[in-house]
């Protein structure tokens, strides 16, 4: 785990002084595609239009004030919306340029490659060790010793493992809340997910534990094709490569974080970011 | 409002909220008293020599050689009553009908008596019933006959305006001046050395089946009975109850049928239990003829419906509370619907679940009314489990009631009778506080 300290992130998000990833490859290849995606509550839609790929391997964040889709945008791409009666979708949303919506398509093994944290920590009632083995374990792994081997090696992604590795038999809902959300982000990556969604994964957590979830996200990157939704845009642009932002369902403005967040192309978007609504 | 108002409105509240707790705790504690201080009778009490020899002649428990020592004591204190019975039937064969028209009719009674007291006496032929065979077997019963043979009870109607007035007249004085008057002197004198009275624990009580209509011996057929009729109605309700609850919660969305579905089996929690007995007798055995009659089938059938209703919504319950994120966060993992089920819901929901069944088991052990006309029976044997098929058994609740209503003799066997519903009330208590304990533990492992 990087050490870095709160002291050598931005202090704020006046423009020009945040310092943006050296190392962007914006020559990567697209994995998720939306081309002209809705997604529908009843007859309101919460997603008009959307159009924007997010390339393999980068952290791609969605930004926008509340209500305005990026959570069910965020849904849309493991399903998770389906949970939810009268919610129905139009248009086009591909993972490696197959349709997600078409019929023929495995709910299961689309959420197998598709993992998610949430905004509020939500271990299962389980030992630690039962938390991070039931994904595995649901798809089919029986081999004890095997699995001791994937809840190591995700604890130790999650930066976890040193917390809690006297102490897998423990309850889950003893830990902290920043540990939960640790715990959450391994049990995630233990069934080795090519995409990886988080909701507001900070949102409900103390300022220390927002920075350890985003030095993670920092690592996990280039691993995981990772899509952060955000209310903090701080956070959006300490963490991600590229930015989308969304404003009443629509679109309005997807690139570079650095461009967005020092020469943004909408006026909305300027006035978003500098705080004037939102 | 005013701080003050506010104030004395929240101490009125704290007291008739103490008050209401205190009366209930007082009127538990009234009602559990004579529960608990009879019921123990049937447990402890003051045995005679009778229940002694009554023991090792019908069971075969106990020392013999020190129970013919004893019969042997009582024999020789009871001689003398014999001797003086014998001499005044003589004398009543001589005194002419003048004599015997004057003591012929108390004579009798008292020679019953003393039978009853003392079990037949000699020269008697040995009678059918077990009851008669023996004298009385607890000292408190023996004291209560005592007591009748002492005085004769007499009723005062000479005031028109008062009910009669219980009067109590030596009974000694009938036989004024006969060879017999001295009888109740020696009666008086030496009663313990007739009976020898001793302190007996009879935890048998539970364990023995009853011999004669329960005159003697324990209740094990009622206990058995019971408990077969309470797991076997949650042998049924409880897999069909929580399947149909997964099925209300997860798959059956809100549709018009289904809120029918629900309002349907909440009004059926509602339904009279008698209704739900004849129901039984009409639907499993007439009907379906499960059983040739009634059969603790039949009863654990009726019983299963009975507390279905009460499972499924409370299990319902338990399942929509398990947290969302639980369900969420399962699927995200690429579980099933039904492996979320079985693996996230059911373990999050098991304490709602479990309250449900332990609520229902003890309905289930306490129920009367729907195993009258399917289950129970006033006198069996314990049955082996396979016998619960086609044969009706005895059961705590229905006895309890049958013994009251129906007994011949019920002033007799009143421990008999508070045993019981000590048993019930302790099985009943008994069940909920593993339920609690159960729970407890539960919760504590799924809060971490």
């Known amino acids: 785990m990087t050490t870095a300290d709160a002291t ?46 997010i390339p393999e391997g980068l952290v791609t964040a969605i930004i926008g004030p509340s209500g305005c889709g990026k959570s069910t945008f965020l849904r849309a791409i493991n399903r998770m919306n389906d949970l939810i009666p009268g919610c129905r979708v139009d248009g086009e949303l591909t993972l490696d340029g197959q349709n997600l919506y078409a019929p023929q398509v495995d709910v299961v093994s689309l959420r197998k490659m598709v993992g ?10 389980k030992s630690i060790f039962d938390n991070v083995a039931y994904g595995p374990k649901i798809h089919g792994l029986t081999d004890r010793r095997k699995l001791g081997e994937i809840v190591e090696h995700s604890l130790r992604q999650a930066a976890l493992w040193n917390e809690v590795k006297d102490r897998l038999g423990d309850n889950a809902l003893g830990l902290s809340g920043g540990q939960q959300q640790r715990l959450c982000l391994a049990r995630a990556v233990a069934v080795n997910p090519k995409v990886l969604l988080m909701d507001e994964p900070a949102s409900a957590l103390d300022p220390r534990s927002t920075s350890r979830i985003e030095d993670l996200i920092s690592e996990l990157r280039g691993e995981y094709t990772i899509v952060i939704v955000t209310h903090n845009m701080q956070q959006a642009a300490r963490v991600s490569d590229l930015t989308a932002f969304l404003y009443e369902g629509n679109l309005i403005e997807f690139g570079e974080t650095k461009q967005i967040f020092t020469k943004p192309g909408e006026k909305q978007t300027e006035d978003y970011i500098t705080g004037r609504f939102g | ?67 013919e020592i004893e019969i042997t004591e009582t024999e020789a204190a009871r001689k003398p009553v014999y001797d003086m019975m014998a001499a005044f039937e003589a004398e009543m064969e001589e005194g002419g009908s003048a004599f015997r028209k004057q003591y012929g009719r108390e004579y009798s009674e008292l020679r019953d008596m003393l039978s009853e007291l003392l079990g037949p006496l000699p020269g008697e032929k040995n009678p059918v019933l077990i009851r008669a065979q023996y004298g009385r077997t607890r000292w408190d ?130 339904v009279p239990s008698i209704v739900f007995g004849l129901f039984g007798l009409a639907f499993f055995i007439n009907t379906m003829k499960i059983s040739n009659g009634k059969s603790v089938l039949a009863g654990s059938l009726t019983l299963a419906f009975l507390v279905l209703p009460t499972v499924i919504r409370a299990s319902e319950e338990a399942i929509l509370a398990v947290p969302r994120t639980y369900k969420e966060a399962a699927m995200s993992l690429g579980a099933g619907k039904w492996h979320t089920i079985i693996s996230v819901i059911l373990p999050a929901a098991l304490t709602g679940i479990l309250t449900s069944i332990i609520i229902s088991l003890g309905r289930a052990a306490g129920e009367t009314a729907p195993i009258i006309f399917t289950a129970a029976v006033s006198v069996g044997r314990p049955l082996a489990i396979w016998q619960t098929l086609s044969q ?30 000590l048993t019930l009330v302790a099985m009943v208590l008994l069940l909920n506080l593993t339920a609690i304990i159960i729970r407890a533990r539960i919760s504590k492992k799924l809060r971490g």
């Open chain 1, 116 to 125: 998610m944290v949430f905004q509020k920590p939500n271990p299962f009632p």
């Open chain 2, 141 to 270: 019963r023996a004291q209560v006959k005592f007591h009748q043979i002492r005085y004769v009870e007499k009723y005062d109607y000479s005031d028109p305006d008062r009910m009669g007035v219980k009067i109590e007249k030596p009974r000694s004085a009938l036989f004024e001046s006969t060879s017999i008057e001295p009888l109740f002197g020696y009666l008086e004198e030496n009663i313990e050395q007739m009976m020898l009275p001793k302190l007996t624990f009879y935890w048998r009580f539970l364990f023995d089946r009853s011999f004669d209509a329960h005159f003697f011996g324990g209740i094990w057929p009622e206990v058995l009975g019971t408990f077969y009729l309470a797991l076997g109605a949650m042998l049924f309700a409880v897999p069909l109850g929580i399947v149909t609850a997964i099925y209300l919660a997860e798959y059956a969305g809100e549709s018009r049928f289904v809120s029918l579905l629900r309002t349907c089996i909440s009004s059926l929690a509602g």
């Open chain 2, 392 to 421: 009706p058994s005895p059961a705590l609740s229905w006895n309890i009631y049958n013994l009251a209503t129906e007994h011949e003799a019920v002033d007799e066997i009143r421990h008999v009778q508070y045993g019981m519903v």
């Open chain 2, 1 to 67: 409002m005013e701080l003050k108002t506010r104030r004395m409105l929240d101490r009125s509240f704290t007291t008739i909220g103490v008050f209401a707790i205190v009366l209930m705790a007082v009127s538990l504690v009234i009602l559990l008293q004579p529960i608990v201080w009879r019921g123990a009778g049937a447990f402890i009490f003051r045995e005679t020599v009778e229940n002694r020899k009554l023991n090792l002649e019908l069971l075969g428990r106990g020392s013999r050689a020190k129970v």
């Open chain 1, 8 to 53: 050598d992130r931005p202090a704020g998000i006046a423009l020009g002084i945040i310092e943006f990833r050296k190392d962007m490859q914006l020559e990567r290849r697209p994995l998720i595609g939306s081309n002209g995606f809705y997604v529908y509550y009843g007859d309101n839609a919460a997603v008009k239009n959307v159009s924007f790929d």
